[in-house]
């Protein structure tokens, strides 16, 4: 029993200390699926599972591989003011200026994404079945980040405002209440992108710009919410546990008004438009004569050690506190 409780309590920890936590990680796959074209949708509705529970390995790996943190954010006020035109866009350009070190210390996620989208054009183009669901789960999760502004600044868990926390707020505790009651996530249809960097750093700048909402609009609700009441012993996943109260999490979400929905709107538009265009830059594969997913050993050896490295609750690289 006393085993049982550790486990849970560690479950707690890890499950409020991701990026978009995983309830709206695994939301944003699912719902981007629906917006694919017929040729795609079929496939994609057939592995809907695995595109939703995989969208979270990307945050596994960070407690596996150290190199795997960078990749899913970029403090971009590292290089001075919006719009940052210091720092150049292109990757080769970006390491001569600052090199290959300060790039990764600050975060990597709008060229990390355009590698991912290459993978993904070339594993449609071989037809290779279990790279096309591994890397369609994976890009989603990188997408998804770059929407969040807390993923944008380096002020990334309120840690230099006194508002530790916070990142965990915005992406966990609040899709979480209120995502499945009160947004709406029909959304049309996924769209070729014709320049996918200047997508990525679009919706990366404007994540940027918003975090200094994020961050002050938090600051000045808390000035009129006295502890005990932005606090509160409340139901999370079946277990209950101290977090930001639902009453407070309303009265911020409305102060936004509308961010966190918005964000994770676009995020899913994001996602299905990526798996659109990898799909149309490879040729558009007829997926109906795809295999049925055969994952290689090596692959499920790397599924397995993801779940044992974040079962371990040892993240590498920098992390965002759980919460209050
Ligand atoms: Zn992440």
């Known amino acids: 029993m006393k085993k049982f409780l550790i486990l849970v309590v560690l479950l707690v920890i890890c499950q409020t200390s991701f990026c978009w936590g995983f309830y709206a990680h695994q939301k944003i796959n699912y719902y981007a699926v629906f917006l694919l074209p017929p040729q795609m949708l079929l496939f994609y509705k057939q592995n809907i599972q695995f595109i939703s529970e995989h969208a979270i390995d990307p945050d596994k790996r960070r407690y596996a591989v150290a190199e795997e943190g960078p ?22 350009s970006a390491v001569v200026k600052f090199g290959e070190d300060t790039l990764n210390a600050h975060g990597i996620v709008p060229w990390w994404l355009q590698v991912m989208k290459a993978s993904l054009t070339k594993a449609f ?55 499945e009651k009160e947004w709406s996530f029909f959304i049309g249809k996924a769209e070729y992108i014709k320049n996918t960097p200047d997508f990525i750093w679009k919706r990366v700048l404007e994540s940027a710009a918003a975090a200094d909402t994020v961050l002050k609009f938090e600051k000045a609700l808390s000035l009129k919410f006295s502890p005990d009441l932005r606090f509160a012993f409340e139901d999370r996943n079946g277990v209950v546990q101290r977090q930001y109260s639902s009453a407070y999490a309303k009265a911020y979400n409305d102060g936004l008004n509308g961010m966190i929905e918005r964000r994770m709107r676009q995020s899913i538009f ?6 659109y265009t990898a799909w149309v830059d490879a040729g558009q594969p007829d997926l109906s004569t795809l295999s049925n997913k055969t994952f290689t050993e090596e692959e499920l050896g790397e599924f ?6 974040w079962r371990s609750n040892e993240m590498k690289g920098r992390k965002e506190t759980p919460g209050p």
Request: proline residues 4%; without cysteine; positive net charge.
């Open 71 to 92: 990749r899913h954010y970029i403090d971009i006020d590292k290089y001075g003011k919006y719009p940052y035109d210091s720092l150049p866009r292109r990757w080769d």
């Open 270 to 275: 994001a996602v299905a438009s990526f798996w």
């Open 304 to 309: 397995e050690a993801l779940n044992k490295a």
């Open 125 to 179: 183009k071989e037809k290779n079945t279990a790279r096309i669901l591994k890397l369609s789960a994976e890009i989603g999760h990188y997408l998804a980040d770059a929407h969040v502004p807390l993923h944008a600044s380096s002020n990334h868990d309120g840690q230099h405002t006194g508002q530790k926390g916070i990142h965990g707020f915005w992406e966990s505790r609040i899709p979480e209440l209120l995502a």
